[in-house]
């Protein structure tokens, strides 16, 4: 055991007791005064740490040896999870997971957005394995085609993972086959050399599965060899596409697509309406707890079928067209052209006529509207990760709708933009954490914000 100093030296062991969470999954625990996060560890845990990294305020390590093991503490099922950087709970039991993430939200947005408000539930899943209903795999050199080691971009070439679905792994098998069998080259990062990038792949509740190939060119060679490779591994395969990105950037997804075999969408079914979804549609990955979510939604917005509802970052129009069926009519924005159209095209095949589409970012959408002398009663926004831009929550508070629903996939950003939302004269009356994705880190919140009156009711 090494002996402590003022400032721990890297590559040296210290005992320490891990206290609770990071945002990352990580346990928290202090060494000398200074933070310490503890991959690996659970919360009351006495943990031996190798301390892998030391910053001016704060310490990394890893657990090498666990002193008094918390009874949440399980053996990981996963074996590439201490390399993977996919998941960060497989080492605790999924009521410790779902409380770390409860307190996470419930911290955020006291500590962050100064709400007195408790997140008295986290909705979890039923089933923890084989819910996502996306696959992005990164390529390299091997060729290896799997997931990204924690933070870092080398690539670990895992055969199955437990969050994916039997297609996905069976079509990723193929494509290494494929790539092994006719001397394809991966895309190298650093040269920006190479040809294949990622290999995505979409499925639905039907088992059917959309494969498609992000390569840093217009073409691959053997395309035709290609195809009957994926036919043949996976029956429910609907479609083949080439997806062309010869950016040098870390973009997963290109600007332009093309139908090597069969379609380039699927058919997805969600609360009760019917989405098509092609490679670059936004949808969210955990269906069975999308349903979830978006019902949650729809009980914050209280509507009574006489609102008008703006829903910012709609998308392909999927929680548009479940709050439009409660709502006398719904503005839908988003700022991709062709998430619109199937915006658009959604609305007409699930014959919802009181849905309107635009094309816009949020800021500009919302201005619009408020040009146009549009007062919604209930705004509903479901921003990425970064969160909303402090001029769009000025614009929303200044369209004073009576509620604001924000369905949030991070707590850090949607406690600060809780706290925006105060300044306006909005308090947080609910708060609700749903668990989207089962044994990682992240977690979506879903709020609602009302409007005080002038007389300091909530409206």
């Known amino acids: 055991m090494a002996k402590n100093t003022d400032l721990p030296a890297p590559q040296t062991v210290h005992r320490v007791i ?51 093991p918390s009874p949440a503490r399980i053996f990981p099922q996963c074996l590439h999870y201490a390399k993977c950087g996919g998941c960060q709970f497989r080492h605790m039991n999924y009521p410790e997971e779902l409380e770390a993430k409860r307190i996470r939200v419930e911290d955020a947005l006291r500590r962050l957005g100064g709400a007195d408000i408790q997140v008295p539930v986290i909705l979890g899943a039923e089933h923890t394995q084989r819910y996502r209903n996306k696959a992005q795999y990164p390529v390299s050199d091997g060729p290896k085609i799997g997931f990204y080691r924690a933070r ?5 070439d895992v055969e199955d993972c437990l969050l994916q679905s039997h297609a996905a792994s069976r079509l990723r098998l193929a494509v290494k086959e494929w790539m092994e069998t006719w001397d394809i080259p991966a895309y190298e ?66 600007d332009e697509y093309r139908t090597l075999w069969g379609d380039d969408f699927l058919f997805d079914n969600l609360c009760g309406l019917s989405f098509k979804l092609s490679v670059p549609s936004f949808y969210q990955v955990n269906p069975a707890q999308t349903q979830v979510l978006y019902e949650k939604a729809l009980e914050f917005a209280a509507l009574t079928g006489t609102e008008t509802v703006f829903d910012l970052y709609c998308g392909i129009g999927t929680i548009s067209l479940v709050l439009a069926r409660q709502a006398a009519l719904v503005y839908g924005a988003e700022v991709v052209p062709q998430a619109v159209e199937d915006a658009k095209d959604n609305a007409h095949r699930n014959h919802i006529e009181n849905a309107r589409f635009f094309c816009a970012d949020a800021g500009e959408a919302a201005a619009r509207l408020a040009e146009q002398g549009v007062r919604p009663q209930v705004v509903c926004v479901d921003p990425p990760r970064k969160g909303l831009a402090p001029q769009v929550v000025d614009t929303i508070a200044a369209m004073a709708p009576a509620r604001v629903v924000y369905v949030s996939c991070d707590p850090g950003t949607l406690g600060r933009d809780v706290g925006r939302f105060a300044q306006h004269g909005y308090t947080v009356s609910q708060a609700v954490a749903v668990d989207m994705f089962p044994r990682t880190a992240h977690v979506e919140t879903v709020v609602s914000l009302v409007r005080k009156t002038p007389d300091g009711d909530a409206h």
């Open 189 to 254: 990062e650093k040269s920006c050399t190479g040809l294949v990038r990622h290999v995505f792949v979409r499925t639905n509740r039907l088992e059917q599965s959309l494969c498609c190939l992000l390569v840093n060119g217009r073409q691959v060679p053997r395309e035709a060899e290609l195809v009957e490779a994926l036919r043949a591994a996976e029956p429910g395969l609907v479609g083949v596409v080439l997806g062309i990105n010869e950016k040098h950037n870390n973009v997963i997804l290109g």
């Open 152 to 156: 870092s971009h080398q690539v670990i």
């Open 18 to 68: 891990v206290s609770g969470y990071s945002s990352d999954g990580d346990g928290v625990a202090r060494l000398n005064g200074m933070v310490v996060f503890v991959q690996g560890g659970i919360r009351g845990e006495m943990c031996d740490v190798l301390i892998t990294k030391v910053g001016r305020s704060a310490l990394w390590g890893r657990v090498v040896e666990v002193v008094n």
